[in-house]
T-cell receptor
Framework: DQQVKQNSPSLSVQEGRISILNCDYT??????FLWYKKYPAEGPTFLIS?????DKNEDGRFTVFLNKSAKHLSLHIVPSQPGDSAVYFC????????????FGPGTSLSVIP | NAGVTQTPKFRVLKTGQSMTLLCAQD?????MYWYRQDPGMGLRLIHY???????AKGEVPDGYNVSRLKKQNFLLGLESAAPSQTSVYFC??????????FGPGTRLTVL
C-alpha cells in the first residue's frame, strides 16, 4: 500500500493560471515533506520542502501547504509557465529515518501557452 | 562540478545476465541512494549508504547488491537479471538529513 499518494496522474493548466498539485499520506510519523520536479530524460530536482511544524512555505512562485489533520499537502504554482511542464513528485520522511524518503507516483503537469 | 553521474545511460540485457551500474558524485556527500522508477509507482528505494563501507536495504532490495568502497562511488549490481528489473534507475546523494541530488538515470531493459 502506497504511503504517499498523488491521485491525479496528470493536470493541464493555462499559462498564467494557478496550478494546484495534491498529495496525501498515510503514515502519521512523517514530519518532513518535499516536492521534486522531473523533466524527461533527467533526474528529479528538489523544488521546495516543508516541516510539520509549519503549515505553509513559500519560495517565489511556489507555495506548499500542509494540513496535518487531513494528512494532505498541496503545491501551488502561481503564475504557471510553460517551463513548469514536468512531472512533480511529492515525498515524505520521518525524523526516525530521514535517510529514507518515500516518493509518491508523480503528477504530470502540462502548462498550455 | 559534475554533481551526480551515472554509467551507463542505457543498457539491454538478456534474462540471467549480470551487470553493474556505477554512480559517482563529486559533492563529498556522505549518503548515497539507488532508486528505481516504474510507471505509476514513483521512485522506490533499492539500497542506500550512509557512509563509505556501509550499505543498507531499502524498500525493494531483492535481486540487487550494492557496494560503497569509496565515498564518491556507489555501485548497484544485478547478479541474474530478470524482466521484472526492467526500469529506470536513479542514483542520488546527499548530506545527512538534507536534500537529495539525483543523477540523470539509467534505462535498463531485460529481455
Amino acid at each position: 500500500d502506497q504511503q504517499v499518494k498523488q491521485n491525479s496522474p496528470s493536470l493541464s493548466v493555462q499559462e498564467g493560471r494557478i496550478s494546484i498539485l495534491n498529495c496525501d499520506y498515510t503514515n502519521s510519523m512523517f514530519d518532513y515533506f518535499l516536492w521534486y520536479k522531473k523533466y524527461p530524460a533527467e533526474g528529479p530536482t528538489f523544488l521546495i520542502s516543508i516541516s510539520s511544524i509549519k503549515d505553509k512555505n513559500e519560495d517565489g512562485r511556489f507555495t506548499v501547504f500542509l494540513n496535518k489533520s487531513a494528512k494532505h499537502l498541496s503545491l501551488h504554482i502561481v503564475p504557471s509557465q510553460p517551463g513548469d511542464s514536468a512531472v512533480y513528485f511529492c515525498a515524505a520522511s520521518a525524523k526516525t529515518s530521514y535517510d529514507k524518503v518515500i516518493f509518491g507516483p508523480g503528477t504530470s503537469l502540462s502548462v498550455i501557452p | 562540478n559534475a554533481g551526480v553521474t551515472q554509467t551507463p545511460k542505457f543498457r539491454v540485457l538478456k534474462t540471467g545476465q549480470s551487470m553493474t551500474l556505477l554512480c559517482a558524485q563529486d559533492m563529498n556527500h556522505e549518503y548515497m541512494y539507488w532508486y528505481r522508477q516504474d510507471p505509476g509507482m514513483g521512485l522506490r528505494l533499492i539500497h542506500y549508504s550512509v557512509g563509505e563501507g556501509t550499505t543498507a536495504k531499502g524498500e525493494v532490495p531483492d535481486g540487487y547488491n550494492v557496494s560503497r568502497l569509496k565515498k564518491q562511488n556507489f555501485l548497484l549490481g544485478l547478479e541474474s537479471a530478470a524482466p521484472s528489473q526492467t526500469s529506470v534507475y536513479f542514483c542520488a546523494s546527499s548530506d545527512p538529513q538534507d536534500t537529495q541530488y539525483f543523477g540523470p538515470g539509467t534505462r535498463l531493459t531485460v529481455l
